[in-house]
C-alpha cells in the first residue's frame, strides 16, 4: 500500500475492529536520551515483545533479525526504520513509547516521540530523508498502510496491517 496523509487513529481502530492494547513505554523524559545500555535494551525488549505478541496472535514469523537480512517482513522494517529515526532525528534521540493494538481484522503498531515533531509530509514530497534511511521509501512500499498523528508536526507514526495482509506474510492461526 502506501502512506495515507488522510488516515486517522480512529480509522485505523475501525478497521482493525474489536481490539485489545499494549503499551511499551522507552524513554518518558522531555530530555535527549543517553544510549546507554538500559536505553537500547528496553527498546530492543520492547520490539521483540511486539514480535512475541504477534507471532503468538496471528502466527507469523515475524523476525526482527528479517530487517537485517533484507527479507520481506513489513513489521520488522516498520519497527526498525521508525524506531532508528526515533533513536537519531527526534529531538529527544529517543521513542517515547511504541504501542500495539491487535484486532479481529487486523494489528497496528506505533512509534511515538515526545519533543519537536516533523513535517512527513515535506520529507515524504521531497524524498529528503533518503540518503538518512531507509523510512520512507519502506512506508510507500509495505504491504500495511503507514499514517501519521499529524502530517506537518509528527510525534507519532502508525503502521496498520489487515487479515488479508497478514494472510499474505504467514497463515494466522
Not at 20 to 38: C, L, M, V, W
Not at 132 to 155: I, L, N
Request: glycine share 6%; charged share 30%; net charge negative.
Amino acid at each position: 500500500m502506501v502512506i495515507h496523509f488522510e488516515r486517522s487513529l480512529q480509522d485505523a481502530l475501525e478497521k482493525i475492529g474489536k481490539h485489545e492494547y499494549h503499551e511499551f513505554k522507552i524513554h518518558s523524559f522531555e530530555e535527549e536520551a543517553k544510549h546507554e545500555h538500559d536505553l537500547i535494551e528496553t527498546y530492543g525488549n520492547a520490539k521483540w515483545a511486539i514480535v512475541d505478541i504477534l507471532n503468538g496472535r496471528y502466527g507469523l514469523n515475524v523476525d526482527l533479525q528479517n530487517w537485517l537480512d533484507h527479507k520481506e517482513d513489513d513489521v520488522a522494517y516498520f519497527l526498525n526504520e521508525a524506531g532508528s529515526n526515533s533513536l537519531h532525528h527526534s529531538e529527544f534521540k529517543a521513542p517515547y513509547r511504541l504501542c500495539l493494538w491487535l484486532g479481529e481484522n487486523g494489528f497496528m503498531i506505533s512509534i511515538e516521540q515526545k519533543g519537536k515533531g516533523f513535517d512527513a509530509s515535506f520529507v515524504d514530497s521531497h524524498r529528503i530523508k533518503e540518503n538518512e534511511g531507509a523510512a520512507f521509501e519502506f512506508y510507500r512500499k509495505c504491504k500495511g498502510e503507514v499514517f501519521f498523528d499529524d502530517e506537518k508536526e509528527t510525534r507519532v507514526i502508525y503502521y496498520v496491517s489487515d487479515i488479508s495482509v497478514l494472510c499474505e506474510q504467514g497463515t494466522p492461526q
